[in-house]
């Protein structure tokens, strides 16, 4: 089992609408980033009960945030980067 570190947050994005989103500190070593993501959506769901209109993987790579998920999700985290860390799931 490992835990993952998630932040369940609300964020404005480009467009000015507030979404609820999960953040995840995670990343496939295998290069499946959707396929993980998805994985850790429905983990935190049935973990939580925690609901999120958006989802997004979270890392460092080279020594540099990267994150993996949707477009307008991805470019508020590169500009504003990731709250702390809320919650806890084991997968």
Do not use: C
């Not at 850790?40 to 979270?58: D, I, M, P, R």
Request: a negative charge.
């Amino acid at each position: 089992m490992l835990v993952i570190k998630f932040a369940h947050i609300e964020v404005p994005l480009i467009t000015g609408q507030w979404v609820t989103v999960n953040v995840f500190d995670a990343t496939a070593t295998d290069g499946e980033q959707a396929k993980l993501l998805a994985h850790l959506v429905e983990a935190a769901t049935l973990q939580t009960g925690l609901q999120s209109e958006l989802s997004a993987l979270g890392y460092l790579k080279d020594g540099e945030p990267e994150f993996f998920g949707e477009e307008n999700l991805v470019k508020y985290l590169q500009k504003h980067g990731v709250p702390e860390w809320t919650h806890r799931i084991e997968v």
